[in-house]
């Protein structure tokens, strides 16, 4: 039996808490959120890690160096 990382176990707590705080109104745009979430604080992570090498990112990332750059740019990241 495979049990949940920390980092699934924190999403499900955070939409539970994003369920419980909906006030009435309908969830809107969940997928965009939690990927927003992660991705930003995992491409920050990354390329500091690499010392701001977008190559050495992408190949860590196992992405494409210009689909790293336009992520970049979405979150404005340099």
């Not at 994003?18 to 959120?33: C, E, K, R, S, V």
């Not at 927003?36 to 992405?63: F, H, R, T």
Request: charged share 25%; hydrophobic share 35%.
């Amino acid at each position: 039996m495979q049990t949940d990382s920390k980092l699934s176990l924190a999403v499900r707590e955070s939409l539970d808490e994003y369920f419980t705080h909906l006030d009435g109104q309908p969830p809107h745009a969940i997928y965009n959120m939690v990927l927003g979430c992660v991705e930003k604080p995992m491409l920050e992570y990354v390329l500091n890690k690499v010392g701001g090498n977008q190559s050495k990112a992408a190949d860590m990332l196992d992405i494409n160096r210009n689909t790293l750059r336009k992520k970049m740019a979405t979150y404005g990241l340099e």
